[in-house]
């Protein structure tokens, strides 16, 4: 079961925007609106930053957004601060023969 | 304020088994779907299992399949993972994390519990 594919790096100075994208397949990311996106400091548990491919939970700054165009996601960061700098991961739900759900490779957030 | 906290963890030599668990509290834990996420030493994310609110479906990825088993019981507010036939590259960081809507947001997470397969 193959991972979705993500960019290992991305950077950015403080205030730019910069976009991750996710790609995957029409059994995933281009099949259904299950996409989500978890931002990972060293040595943290993963923190929900957006669900349903463009939903913000309760409490995760506007700056974070996300969207989907066919079997490819994107969370865009904008106004990027010092304290984005992180892992990112999203993460999908696949129907092949059987239901599960897949993380991408990981994505590494440098705010330079 | 929702909190998850796993136990369990521990070394294991290659081929036995662990049971983790997964206490939650501070909310209904009956109505969410949930699941079990594992990170291996260095590496990314990998999604392990969920079960259903009354435990009656679960879904697996294949490399675990007919060696793990998630389980919950819902009266004492926990989560399970049994996990058999270990192997090395089971050796990861087990978190257990709640679904915020049944699509696989997972809004609240555990702190993590080390499981290593190495004899």
């Known amino acids: 079961q193959s991972a979705l594919t993500q960019p290992a790096s991305v950077s950015g100075s403080p205030g730019q925007s910069i976009t991750i994208s996710c790609t995957g397949t029409s059994s995933d990311v281009g099949g259904y609106n299950y996409v989500s996106w978890y931002q990972q400091h060293p040595g943290k548990a993963p923190k929900l930053m957006i669900y349903n491919v463009n939903t913000r939970p309760s409490g995760v700054s506007n700056r974070f957004s996300g969207s989907k165009s066919g079997n490819t996601a994107s969370l865009t960061i904008s106004g990027l601060q010092a304290e984005d700098e992180a892992d990112y991961y999203c993460?999908?739900?696949?129907?092949?023969?059987?239901?599960?759900?897949?993380f991408g490779t990981g994505t590494k957030v440098t705010v330079l | 304020e929702v909190q998850l906290v796993e136990s369990g963890g521990g070394l294991v030599q290659p081929g036995g088994s662990l049971r983790l668990s997964c206490a939650a509290s501070?909310?209904?834990?009956?109505?969410?779907?949930m699941h079990w996420v594992r990170q291996a030493p260095g590496k990314g994310l990998e999604w392990v299992a969920n079960i259903q609110p009354d435990g009656g479906v679960q879904h697996y990825v294949d490399s675990v399949k007919g060696r793990f088993t998630i389980s919950r019981d819902n009266a004492e507010n926990s989560l399970y993972l049994q996990m058999n036939s270990l192997r090395a590259e089971d050796t990861a960081v087990y978190y257990c994390?709640?679904?915020?809507?049944?699509?696989?947001?997972?809004?609240?997470w555990g702190q993590g519990t080390p499981v290593t397969v190495s004899s």
């Open positions: 501070r909310f209904t834990f009956s109505i969410y779907w």
């Open positions: 994390a709640r679904d915020i809507s049944a699509t696989g947001g997972l809004n609240y």
């Open positions: 993460k999908s739900f696949r129907h092949s023969s059987t239901l599960y759900y897949v």
